[in-house]
């Protein structure tokens, strides 16, 4: 059974620092990895999508990499902002053949708080 | 549409009743997702909706849940005889049956149960 894992649950850093966030996943058989960003009271805004064949996805600030036969994602922020306080979350979709495909299997988040 | 859409956004309900939450996905994307959030068990898995194959129920908790997806478009969640620990965010996704299948939620309904 896939258990995904974010650690830490909470962060708190001053505004430019560089910080990286880390989800571990048991079972390596996924099919790809997205982080999600969920400000209070409000949906899911997804981040990345870094596919089972890929190693990194950038955007903007932003770099998630992906080393599947270890079972671990990292999301990379560069000079954070007081505006990237949130909650982060990682899922996986499980790659066909390993069974419950389709839904997204959650970590249970970051919460980011950047100070100015 | 330009996202994905929920109503209600609040939803506050007396135990023993019925509700219908409403999901409007992405259009054109096929693939449409049903999650729920509570504090005690982040965020997991109810029912998942694939073009015309029989959906995946396997995370629904009880037979007092439902789900339907008309016209492969607009799906309704239907809980029966509320209880309070069914208070939640009740979140829908979409994504296309192809590719990246990346989803994308929408705001989510409030549901308490007094």
């Known amino acids: 059974k896939q258990e995904v894992t974010q650690i830490p649950a909470a962060l708190s850093v001053p505004e430019g620092e560089n910080l990286v966030l880390n989800c571990s996943f048991t079972?390596?058989?996924?099919?790809?990895l997205q982080w999600f960003r969920q400000d209070p009271g409000k949906g899911l805004t997804s981040l990345l999508l870094?596919?089972?064949?890929?190693r990194e996805q950038t955007s903007g600030r932003l770099n998630a990499s992906l080393d599947k036969s270890s079972g671990r994602s990292t999301l990379y922020i560069a000079a954070s902002q007081p505006g990237d306080s949130a909650t982060y979350l990682c899922a996986v979709r499980q790659g066909y053949g390993s069974g419950n495909t389709g839904k997204l299997i959650f970590g249970q988040g970051t919460t980011l708080q950047v100070k100015p | 549409g330009a996202g994905v859409s929920q109503s209600p956004s609040n939803k506050v309900t007396e135990k023993g009743k019925d509700v219908e939450l409403r999901c409007d996905p992405i259009?054109?994307?096929?693939?449409l997702y049903w999650y729920r959030q509570s504090l005690g068990q982040g965020l997991e898995f109810l029912i998942y909706?694939?073009?015309?194959?029989?959906?995946?129920k396997s995370g629904l908790p009880s037979d007092r849940f439902s789900a339907e997806r008309t016209g492969g478009s607009v799906s309704t969640l239907t809980i029966q005889r509320t209880q309070q620990e069914d208070s939640a965010v009740y979140l829908c996704?979409?994504?296309?049956?192809?590719?990246?299948?990346?989803?994308?939620f929408g705001p989510g309904t409030r549901l308490t149960v007094t």
């Open positions: 259009s054109g994307h096929t693939a």
């Open positions: 909706f694939q073009g015309n194959s029989a959906p995946d």
């Open positions: 079972d390596s058989a996924i099919y790809n």
């Open positions: 996704a979409s994504s296309s049956d192809r590719g990246r299948y990346e989803q994308y």
């Open positions: 870094i596919q089972s064949s890929q």
